[in-house]
Nanobody, 128 residues
Framework: QVQLVESGGGLVQAGGSLRLSCAASGRTFTRFPMGWFRQAPGKEREFVAAISGSGSNTGYADSVNGRFSISRDTALKTVYLQMNVLKPEDTAVYYC?????????????????????WGQGTQVTVSS
């Protein structure tokens, strides 16, 4: 059984930084495509960033492009989301997701329907 556990969330002032981590356990999927999504109160879960199984390709939502960076450490089975220049509108619960297929591939995926496994989420709150 695959398990994803997010950490690193918290309260930060606008302009600050946080780094989220997503640790994977269970079935070996260290080289499957991974993604980060977020959900603010009263809103749908939206795409934030994604990385291919190979780690060579990444994609970002327009709202975070240039401020956020996704990366992965295959040996540690961990995916990171570095968030810089945070804004109050970045406040949300952030979720890590794993696709489960396309091992080691070069594609990344921006839609929720492409991901089979999800973490429980970590809260990020940005104060103005």
């Amino acid at each position: 059984q695959v398990q994803l556990v997010e950490s690193g969330g918290g309260l930060v002032q606008a302009g600050g930084s946080l780094r989220l981590s997503c640790a994977a356990s269970g079935r070996t999927f260290t080289r499957f495509p991974m993604g980060w999504f977020r959900q603010a109160p009263g809103k749908e879960r939206e795409f934030v960033a994604a990385i291919s199984g190979s780690g060579s390709n990444t994609g970002y939502a327009d709202s975070v492009n240039g401020r956020f960076s996704i990366s992965r450490d295959t040996a540690l089975k961990t995916v990171y989301l570095q968030m810089n220049v945070l804004k109050p509108e970045d406040t949300a619960v952030y979720y890590c997701a794993a696709r489960g297929v396309d091992y080691g591939g070069t594609n990344y995926y921006m839609e929720k329907r492409h991901y089979a496994y999800w973490g429980q989420g970590t809260q990020v709150t940005v104060s103005s």
